[in-house]
């Protein structure tokens, strides 16, 4: 899966999934839908279905089985693709996971489709500082989207892990842009996020790293109490509304 690329057209509002052929001489795998359906669209187009994640079921809508029939081969089995729907009162939220017990946090979250918060924040300032460790150790760097965030934050507040201490960021445009107008987007910063070994695959060739960066991060970044026997780099959030979506140079 990691050779799948999602592209996100704004001209369409639409989104596009390809993927690599499993024959050189084929075709690359694609479709398109719409980004965000209408309730008309979701009704023409898809299914109600319920679906599992992490051992808990959730409300869903499941597109045509003819959209995914060609990544059969990709996958060497049957996939589906589903959209979360707007929620509604029929929707069954799924116990949230968390970084400790819920007896031990007092709380117990909900959420729906997110595999944990919906939102996670890296700190390129932190992946640098890992990058001098990684080199001394075995020769190799690696970049940011090995850990798949969201958001990356450059510059201050930026320094090596100070992404540990934050509780809540605002993201606004710079100043000067001409878009005055523009929401301020406020992030409230839930928890660290434990790492399994999905950055030792290399986005660009899938390919695995037998150490790296796991076994590095192990020696210095089990850091959460409630998480003690994994890593973590970046910080897991949750808006607290929605506002303009943006391709990057903002101030955080």
Known sequence: M????????????????????????DEKLEFSIPAHPTEAWLASNTTAHDVEIWHQWTSARVYSPSLTAPFKSFFGRDVRLVYKPPMSTSMSPRGLVSNGAPKMLGRVGSTCFPDLMPVLVGNQSSIDELNVRL?????????????????????????????????????????????????????????????????????????????QPW???????????????????????????WGEGGEGGHEV
């Not at 369409?12 to 499993?22: E, I, M």
């Not at 030792?200 to 060739?205: A, G, L, R, S």
């Not at 991060?217 to 509304?241: A, N, T």
């Open 2 to 25: 990691t050779l799948i690329r999602p592209t996100y057209s704004p001209s369409t509002d639409s989104l596009t999934v390809t993927a690599p052929a499993p024959n050189s001489i």
């Open 215 to 241: 076994d590095t991060l192990m020696k210095y970044r089990r850091i959460d109490e409630g998480i003690k026997f994994k890593p973590c780099y970046g910080m897991l959030c949750v808006p607290r509304g």
């Open 135 to 211: 080199k001394e150790a075995e020769g190799v760097t690696i970049d940011v989207r090995r850990f798949r965030p969201n958001i990356i934050i450059r510059g201050e507040p930026g320094a090596p892990w100070d992404e540990d201490r934050w509780k809540t960021l605002r993201i606004s445009p710079r100043q000067g842009e001409g878009k005055a107008k523009r929401e301020v987007i406020t992030l409230d910063v839930t928890q660290r996020c434990a790492r399994c070994h999905v950055p030792n695959v290399d986005p660009e060739t899938a390919e695995e790293h037998k150490r």
